[in-house]
């Protein structure tokens, strides 16, 4: 059965990565490893309508197709309804790992299952506990109480140590905080015109750039401008930030990814609620992590619970899996 997962951008957000990687290494873990086939997204350009690509997702000789990330959302019939009822033609099975939702609502989650249950949907594997109440009673398939993939990182890449102590933050421009510890207390300051730090408790602050640079306006330099801020790390490639988050002392961020790739590599990380996508549900990863003060202090994971938490995913994945290649037989 060939297998294909359908990534997501890197370039636009190196945090796709870090959970890409991950469910790389989980599906081959419990497939033939020259079975698993990488697919990216749909060009990010045709989720605004536009239209000109060669679609090539329902082209390939693919059986079962996996999806995840925040998707389960009223986007998702517009992005993938023409897709998916090609695949459905082809006979190809649809299925979700690592599949969050968005609004997080009732009429959301109504949506969605209304679509999806059109389709032959073998399984769906949530990454947050949220999710998986919202869909266990209403998608026609086996719903399970999964984990991000991001926590199968590091069972694909183990990046080389830096020989460096520092602190890393990773904040857009314009919502940088200036975070102090007073009496074992975080104490968070937010405003446009604070000044850059470049110390925390005494280490440098190493800064990590996630979203991708716009392409260069006449007369507006975006890397100049993104350069303006010290010990800034920025790159279209995983390999440099796994480093830095490794080694990181602490890892403050408003970014899901950086802190969960961050967490199962070693670190300790506190996730501050900044810009609007920081604040809606896809940070409920964390709830399932079992690191409820994250949003207070800097945290690092129960490793011995995430491991037993990973086993049970793989085998019930491979259970699913099981499943399909009995059916199709």
Excluded at 59 to 87: A, H, M, V
Aim: hydrophobic letters at 40%; glycine letters at 6%; one cysteine or more.
């Amino acid at each position: 059965m060939n297998i294909g997962y359908i990534g997501g951008f890197w370039a636009t957000n190196i945090g796709n990565s870090f959970y890409n990687i991950g469910m790389m290494k989980l599906l081959k873990s419990v497939s033939d490893e020259n079975s698993v086939h990488f697919i990216p997204d749909p060009p990010q350009v045709n989720w605004a309508g536009l239209t000109g690509d060669y679609s090539i997702i329902s082209k390939l000789n693919i059986d079962l197709y996996i999806i995840s990330g925040p998707i389960l959302g009223y986007e998702l019939e517009r992005i993938y309804s023409n897709i998916f009822d090609q695949i459905k033609q082809k006979g190809g099975k649809i299925a979700f790992i690592s599949a969050g939702a968005v609004e997080y609502s009732q009429a959301e989650a109504d949506s969605v299952a209304s679509f999806l249950n059109q389709y032959d949907v073998p399984f769906v594997f949530t990454r947050d506990s949220q999710t998986y109440d919202l869909y266990k009673d209403k998608l026609n398939t086996h719903v399970y109480d999964g984990l991000c993939t991001s926590m199968f990182l590091k069972d694909a890449v183990i990046p080389p140590d830096i020989d460096d102590e520092y602190v890393v933050t990773n904040f857009p421009y314009w919502h940088e905080p200036v975070l102090t510890n007073l009496d074992k207390k975080w104490i968070v300051k937010k405003s446009i015109f604070l000044p850059r730090q470049d110390q925390i408790l005494g280490m440098p602050v190493v800064r990590l750039q996630s979203e991708g640079i716009i392409p260069n306006i006449r007369f507006f330099k975006t890397e100049k401008f993104l350069y303006t801020r010290n010990n800034m790390y920025y790159s279209d490639l995983p390999n440099g930030y796994l480093s830095i988050l490794k080694s990181a002392k602490i890892i403050f961020s408003d970014r899901v990814h950086t802190c969960a790739a961050g967490l199962i590599l070693g670190s300790s990380c506190m996730y501050i609620k900044g810009q609007r996508r920081s604040k809606d549900g896809r940070n409920n990863i964390f709830l399932r992590l079992g690191l409820h003060d994250i949003f207070e202090r800097p945290v690092a994971l129960d490793m011995s619970y995430i491991e037993s938490e990973k086993k049970i995913m793989k085998n019930e994945l491979a259970d699913a899996l099981h499943a399909i290649e009995l059916q199709n037989n």
